[in-house]
């Protein structure tokens, strides 16, 4: 059922009870902020264990983020049936009870975001007819039961980012029809049944990226007849076989940042519409053209492989050419050709060496990429655990151990042992597992790594060892894993960043330390872990950041520092961070930004929301200029904000919830905003008779020097009287000539009678 605005007479109804005089609006709960003109209600960070009771009956939008409510009971929003907007992110929600919004049929956007979520129940959200936007972002979600979806017919967007979802199965998106937009990135999926995405025939846009894919999901994607992008990035995926991406309207597909060592030229065949297709930073070093009959791919981007640019990579090159298609990326060899853009070689200089050498060359190549012939002994599978063949999967989740099994299958991929009990983890504790690439460790109370504890997993990238009890590491507890990429360590007991313990992983690339109590980032603190881009230290205690913090991490790209004690911005640090282009520093307690306080340039994405900000320099953002994209802001102290016509580059900004003073000196931020053509949404906090309003709307900068008036009435002027301008010579000559005329005429009447 769609929803339907309120009508005439209501909306007169409303307006006529808050104006007349004597009438009384509805009693506001203790501790919140009611409007009684916007029917809004905010009852943020008041630590309520459940939602008053006494919120008016008419209210529209109820902002109840970051309380302790645990639980949603059946109803819980039954006293507001008119409510169109829902926050009730960080309110430590564990358990959704099956018809918790029943009743709130006009509900069109509801945030779960960081709660504590595991299981969505079938009828959690019975009731919601009108939702269109749906957030259960960061939360711990496991688990979807079969029809937890069906009343929400209308819904546009599900976001289940950052999530513990492993599995999806057959038919659980069921009832989705009119989705957009699903976002199922950072999960820790490995297995999507065929008709996972069954039913969902208006779905344009899907992200699985960060996942644990170990194949293409060809017949679960294959469903997805209107998907236009697909995001796959970050799965570890190995190989991509013939005809396997079978999509009929695909157009943008990311397999970035995987672990790709061949692509079949046949893989995109059943893709017709392909146009964009990132293969970046996998580990491929050769790579033929797309057979015949392919899409017409337009962009090829091979960035961060290992391309060798010989005679074995001229067939593309030579393609590249004739269909026109951008190829992205450099050549990683020859020795006289690293570096080189693979558009600017020509094909005529892909060559090979002499017969003799390029034979050699194939057979040592051989020896390190065919398997051996005899195929290896099977092993059972450990005690009170499960493997399964078909997917390399073995797991032991749950289930009570109180040391890490032994025995499990030589080809096990992916080896889950998360919510056990073994408290410390010996040396050599995953004898014969050298093809594992994901461990679980999640929540199994460890509070040690032995050195060596994780000795000959050669394969491994995805580490989790979030939630459990470690201190300190040892140099050497992450000894022997040569290919370890992503490692969890948040919310474990760290109150010292882990200095030293990331000098034997070479290819880090992301560190997770959220959510621990560590309070100084000390100069050398990233020794060892020069190629590393994404560092996440959210919810900690850091005060303090030595300017050297960053410096062995020169490629670093993402730094989450949100939720922590800083009092300024480590500037000095920041500045020799010279790859950065995201910056999260939300929820610290900085009341003021100094001049060029970014000062590397390469910024593109800067969070400064929620921080109590009172005043920024007027230079505070020099220096940022085309390059930064986003800008986050709301929720501060501001009055006015300096100069923003530097950032050209800018797509979304948010300058929500600040106090902004609507006077003379924010004239520039009035003429910024009429002239951009982005959503801004600053509103005015002074003077009195323009709060709420926006920026954009009020007409008190009229007056302000330098300012122009309004255009003038147009008026059509009337043609000037002419006025003839005679000498007296020509006056007298004008009077004659006028006599005679009368003469002549009285002559003509009298010779007619």
Known sequence: MCMEPLSPLWSAAVLLLLWVPGSQPGKCPKMCVCDNVQLTVACISKNLTAVPPTIDEITVKVDLRGNNMQELPRGAFSHMPYLTHMSLQRCNIRTLREGAFRGLGRLVFLNLANNNIEIIYQESFDGLSSLKQLLVDHNRLEEIQPGAFTQ???????????????YLPNMVFQGLQNIKLLRLSHNSLNNLDME????????????????????????????LSEVTRLDLSYNPITYLGEEVVSMGKLTHLALDHMSLQEISNTAVLRSPHLTHLDLSYNQLRVLQPLAAGSPRVKRLNLAGNPIYCSCYLRPLREWALQERVHLGGTCGGPAHLSGENLEAVQPVNFRCQSQEAMLKAEQEELRRFVPPTTPPPKVKCPANCDCMAETNHSTCENRGHNKVPRGFPPDTHLLDLRSNHFHYIPTNSFPGMTEVVSLHLQRCKIHDLEAGAFAGMKSLMYLYMSENSLTALSPEAFKGLPQ?????????????FPRGAFKLLPGLLALHLENNGISKLEAGILTGAERLRGLYLNSNA?????PQAFDPSADLETLHLGDNKLKEIPSKALSNAKSLSELHLSGNSIRWLEAEA?????????????MGLEKMSSRSLAGLGSGLRSLFLEGNQLEDVPDLNPLTGLEVINLADNPLLCDCTLLPLRKWVEKVNLKVRATCGHPPEVRGRRVKDVHVFKSCPGERPGPPRLRVPRPP?????????????????????????STTRRKSA
């Open 152 to 166: 929400l017919g209308f819904l546009n967007l599900l976001s289940l980012t950052h999530n513990q979802l492993v």
């Open 196 to 223: 996972a995405f069954a039913g969902l025939f208006t779905l344009t846009r899907v992200n699985l990226d960060h996942n644990e894919l170990q194949f293409f999901p060809t017949e679960s994607m294959s469903r």
């Open 484 to 496: 370890l990429t992503y490692l969890h360590l948040e919310k474990n007991q760290f109150t010292q």
């Open 542 to 546: 850091i005060n303090t950041i030595s």
């Open 598 to 610: 970014f000062r590397p340039t390469t910024l593109k994405h800067l969070y400064l929301n929620n």
């Open 721 to 745: 009287k002419l006025v003839e301008v005679r000498s007296p010579h020509a006056a007298k000559a004008k009077k004659r000539q006028l006599s005679n005329s009368k003469k002549e005429r």
